[in-house]
């Protein structure tokens, strides 16, 4: 380590199969630079001489099968270079799916892998995620990727589901571009508020993405790669079994858990092949309060960019302009329910919203339903805005918007998740 005035540079030299491990203090920034050899950063190719910057947070390691030299500028609040890394059972795992497309290349009649990832909070399921995607990406493969993670929401924001098919590896900054991700709204951040709902829009999702890959033989034969929530136990297991069982996944790799492991083996047919594998040493457990703080900065990225690089529009919309709904009515009990309904059903009704001061600071999702009231809940949405002001006097909401005025169409999904614009 060296001391260059105020900078702090660091060098690293790593041997094959190493992997350099860090974090970035809040609100601080760190570059790295390869200078010499070959490394990844979950599955991107890093470019040599390049200069990456990462902002405070962020928990980033950058791999070497071959050995590599790398400096990072910047306060880290920890790096070191780990040797033990499941990095080469990860490829293995991607090799056994690349055996699976290859089947597909030249089989009409076969299509792709379909796996899930599992596991409880903290195990490293989405950059698993990524690492697949990724690796399949650069092989010319285009696989759809899954997010079933309503808590973190990686294609969109939080509250929502959704899938992409991936054309490109994720960028080491930014993550996947999100061109054109099909979104459905849920409204809350854990996937228990409503598990009706939940379960509705996986199947619906698994439905949208068997026809994509009916309709395009590239996604078909490359596959799909879904990622779940960390709730793995009681209801949330069931979610898991459900969602399994919608995209008849094929594969599901169980990181870290071996209970849920032999659970999954002992209730899924013997078609779908279970797996278990260890986390990365790396994975860094987050706190609640880091989990909040992320949730808040997939918003923020989404109306003002990763760095800042979006200007949002604010602007007023006319209560009699829009049609608010909320998904999910107060429960009644079955005996105060009309005849052959369920208290059930009340979950997934769609129920309108009146605007008032209680929609503040509310993230609401823009349906791409044009009329009709019935099939909103499983129409996709086209964004999100956040009301920023009520004024009963006027009847004018305030709304943060990535898009200038007029709102592309009228009918509203209110959401449970706030937040707060501070700009
Ligand atoms: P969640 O429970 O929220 O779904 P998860 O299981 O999907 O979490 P990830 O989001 O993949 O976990 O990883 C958690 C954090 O750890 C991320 O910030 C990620 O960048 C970081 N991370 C993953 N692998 C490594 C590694 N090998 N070294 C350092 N950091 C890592």
Redesign the pocket.
Known sequence: QRQKESEVVQEFKLEQDN?L?FEVESKEKVTLELKSGLAEV?GTEVVKGKVYSFGGG????VFTWQGCLLELRGKTEAAYV?RE?PMIIYLNTHAGLEQIRKKADTDESKRGPIAMIV??????????CKLLLNYAVRMGRRPIYVDL?V??GQLSIPGTVGAMAIERPADVEEGFSQVCPLIYHYGYKEPGSNVMLYNLLVTKLAQTVAERMEANRQNAVSGVII?T??WVKGQGYQMLIHAAKAFEVDLIIV?DQERLYNELVRDLPETVKVVFQPK?????E?SRQA?IEARDQRIREYFYGSAGQFYPHSFEVRFSDVKIFKIGAPALPDSLMPLGMKAEDQLTKLVTVQPNQQLLHHLISISMAESGEDDIIQTNVTGFICVNNVDLERQMLTVLSPQPRPLPRTRLLLSDIQYMDSH
């Not at 962020?58 to 390691?61: H, L, Q, R, T």
């Not at 990365?280 to 860094?284: E, L």
């Open positions: 992997e491990r979950f962020s928990k980033i390691a780990a890394t596991g409880p909070t903290d195990v490293g399921k989405s950059t698993v993670d808590g973190q990622n929530c960390g990181l990365s040493g790396g994975v860094v987050r989990r």
